[in-house]
């Protein structure tokens, strides 16, 4: 039976990938993969031989259609990201509004996504909050950090390791410095580290090291009542 399936991959640690989601990339027609090498080392590491073909952000306009095509016609298909679950800052939401508008069984497996864990250790309300993924690198962005200054709930964002001390500054500039942060680094992997505190406290941190990785940052909400230790938890 035709059907597209979503499969979250792992964010750093491979032992993350669930029995289900091996057994799904082993039964499906064909994997549409974010970068092919990419996946194409998990596939190895896993023992498992599939076609693939490049689905991502430059492309994905121009081919969504003749997936879809494919997938009405006959074929079952499994859609993987370079990391995590795809449509989350990821290609996919396009893929994904087609098949429904033409009646395609669409299932999305449960499984590794970086905010979660992020969320959950930071310390932070969790009970609601705002996940806004990357902000907006030029226009736009001055109007999306006044507003993430002044969300309610918990505000979760992806950043590069390039631009987290860049933005942890202008966050301090609309929250003011003693809004509680708690920034994670490397998720999953040997080197993962989660650092607390005011983001005064975590801009002087990350401005006397080297920055890698990937980032998570979770900021309290606007009337946030927590108290969080300012030590860095990943040492």
């Known amino acids: 039976m035709s059907k597209l399936y979503l499969v979250p991959t792992p964010i750093g640690n491979l032992e993350d990938i669930t029995l289900r989601a091996i057994r799904i990339l082993k039964e499906v027609d064909l994997i549409l993969a974010e970068d092919t090498r990419t996946s194409g080392n998990l596939l190895r590491h896993l023992d498992i031989s599939k076609p693939m073909t490049a689905f991502h952000i430059r492309n994905e306009h121009q081919v969504v259609e003749r997936i879809a095509d494919r997938i009405e016609a006959g074929e079952t298909m499994a859609l993987v990201t370079d990391a995590g679950t795809p449509a989350i800052s990821d290609p996919g939401f396009l893929l994904v509004r087609e098949c429904v508008k033409r009646n395609i069984e669409v299932e999305c497996l449960p499984g590794p996504t970086a905010f979660v864990p992020a969320l959950v250790n930071s310390g932070l309300p969790a009970e609601k909050f705002i996940f806004e993924g990357f902000l907006p690198h030029k226009k736009g962005r001055q109007t999306k950090l006044q507003a993430v200054a002044e969300y309610p709930y918990t505000t979760i ?32 992997k040997l080197h993962e580290e989660n650092v607390r505190g005011t983001l005064t406290d975590v801009i002087t941190y990350f401005s006397q090291k080297e920055i890698k990785g990937e980032i998570v940052i979770v900021l309290e909400g606007r009337d946030g009542v927590c108290c969080v230790s300012t030590e860095d938890e990943g040492k």
């Open 157 to 188: 964002l992806y950043e590069s390791p390039f631009r987290l001390l860049k933005t942890l500054q202008q966050l301090a500039e609309v929250c003011g410095g003693e809004r509680q942060v708690s920034v994670s680094r490397e998720l999953t």
